[in-house]
C-alpha cells in the first residue's frame, strides 16, 4: 500500500489512519504548526526549571511525593528516574501494531503544544515509527488513571537507549536498536519524562485498532447471517424498510437494507411455507443494527481521545501558566471498551445460535445433520458449533466491565481509577474470539447450501460464497476442520476482503 506521508498537527488525526500508520506503515511528519507549538511550551518549562517554580512533575515527586521539592541540578536525574522507577508491566508483549498506534498516538498528543516535551523527543518518536523500531510494551499493569504510565515507561526506555525494541523483527536491546538505525537516545530533561508517560494512550492504541476491527466484523456478520439467511430460506418480509421506518433506530435501518441488498435475486428465499422465522433470522437487523450503534458510539469517543490532551500538569503557553488537572483519568475511554465489547460480543453470541440451527436435523428444515452425508460414520460440521458455544461462553466472562472497578494507589492520592486498559485488552479479546465464531458460522453456512438442491445465490452471497470456497473446499467426509476455520479467520483479518465485499454492495 502506497500512502502519501501523513502530517501530524495534534488536531485531525483520523481512525482509519491510526491503521493505516500501525498497519500498513504509513510514514509521518510533523506539521510547522505542531513544531512550533512544541518549542514555545518546552521553552515554557526550561524557564520553569531555571527559576525553581514549584510546579508538580518537573520541581516535584510524582503523586504522593508532589510534596517533596526537586532542586533544579536534580531535574535530569528526576526525569529519568520517573521512566526507569515505573516500567515494571508485566505480562505478554502489546502486538507491534498495538505499540504503532501507541507510539502516534502520544506523538500527537505532544504534537498539540500543551505537554512542554522537548522536540528531541518528539523527533525520535518519528523515527521510531518511520524506521519500524518497535518497543516492547508488556500489557498488564495499568489502572487507567493518572495514565497509563507502567506500560508507557517501556516505551519511553527505548527512548533513552534502555529496555527492549524490534528492529528488522529482531528483539533486541533499545540502545543497540537505536545504535543499528544510526540514531541517538534522547537526554530527558524539564518535563520530558512525565510528558512521554502520562497519558491514555494504551488503552487508545488498544481501543482504536479494536474498534476498526470491530467495523469490520459488523460487515462480516452480517455477511455470515445472509448467507446463513439463505441456507435456511429465511423469510424477507422481516426486512421491509416499512417495518424499519417504524422504528427507526440508524444500525436497525442499514442492516435491513444490506441483508435485502445481499440476499437479492436469491431463489432460496421465500421458498418455505413458513410465516416468520426464528429470532436469529428475524431479527438481525435488531441486533446487529444495535451493534453498530453501539460501535458508533464508541468510534465517536475514540476520536476525541485521539486528538485530546491527557497529560498533567498542562502548560499554557498563552498565559504562562501550568495547570494540574485530571485529563489522564480513562473513565470516558474505560466506559466506552467496556461498551465496545459487551456488543461485539452479541454478533458472536447470535451467530452460534444460526450455527446450532444450521446443523441441527430438528431445526434445519430437512438438511442433513450436521450437513454431511452417511451422518454416523463422519460426525460432519457437530464439533465446530461446540467450539462456537465455548468461545462465546468465554466471551461472556471478558464483557463484565472492568470500569466498574477500583483500587486506590499512590497513597490514595490517586483514589479512583478507570481500570480502563484492562476494558481495552478484554474488548480486543472479544473481537479477536468474534471473528472465530464467525470464521464458524462462514463454513457451516457454505455447506448447508451445498448438502441441499443448487439455486441462484443473492448478489453479494454469491460473492461472499465464491471467497469461501477459494479457501475451504466442500465437506464430503470427515477431515481436520480446524485449519478451515483458521483459513476463514484469517480471511476476515484481512483489510482486502472487506474492501472488495464493499465494492459489491
Partial sequence: MNLKELVITGDSLTLPQVGEVARSGRKIVLSDRAREAIAQAHALV???????????????????????????????????????????????PLPKDVVRAIMLLRLNTLAKGF????PAVTDLLINLLNLDIVPYIPEQGSL????????????????????????????????????????????????????????????????SLSLLDAENLYLAANLAAALSFEALRGITAAYDSRIHSLRPHPGQLETARFMLNAVAGSEYVDSRSDVQDPYTLRCVPQVHGAVLDAINYVAGTLSVEINAVTDNPIILTKTGEVISGGNFHGEPLALALDFLGLAVSELANISERRIERLVNPQLNYGLPAFLVEEGGVNSGLMIPQYVAAAIVSENKVLAHPASVDSIPSSANK?????????????????????????AIE???AAQAIDVQPQRKLGRVTAKLYAKIRELVPTLEKDRVLATDIKSLAAMLSDVSFYEEMRSHI
Avoid at 505537554?115 to 522537548?118: A, I, M
Avoid at 481495552?424 to 479477536?432: G, H, M, Q
Wanted: charged share 20%; aromatic share 2%.
Fill in 46 to 92: 526550561t524557564e520553569i526549571v531555571e527559576a525553581e517554580r514549584a510546579v508538580y512533575g518537573v520541581s516535584t515527586g510524582f503523586g504522593e511525593l508532589s510534596t517533596v521539592h526537586i532542586g533544579k541540578d536534580k531535574n535530569k536525574c528526576l526525569q529519568r528516574n520517573l521512566i526507569l522507577s515505573h516500567a515494571c508491566a508485566l505480562g505478554e
Fill in 414 to 438: 490517586e483514589d479512583h481509577v478507570s481500570m480502563g486498559a484492562i476494558a481495552a485488552r478484554k474488548a480486543k479479546a472479544i473481537v479477536e474470539n468474534v471473528r472465530r465464531v464467525l
Fill in 115 to 118: 505537554s512542554g516535551v522537548s
Fill in 442 to 444: 462462514l463454513l457451516v
Fill in 144 to 207: 487507567g488513571a493518572s495514565g497509563d504510565l507502567a506500560n508507557l515507561a517501556h516505551m519511553a526506555l527505548v527512548l533513552i537507549g534502555e529496555g527492549q525494541a524490534w528492529y528488522r523483527d529482531e528483539l533486541i536491546s533499545g540502545g543497540e536498536a537505536l545504535n543499528r538505525a544510526g540514531l541517538q537516545p534522547v537526554v530527558l530533561s524539564g518535563k520530558d519524562g512525565l510528558a512521554i508517560i502520562n497519558g491514555t494512550q494504551i488503552m487508545a492504541g488498544i481501543g
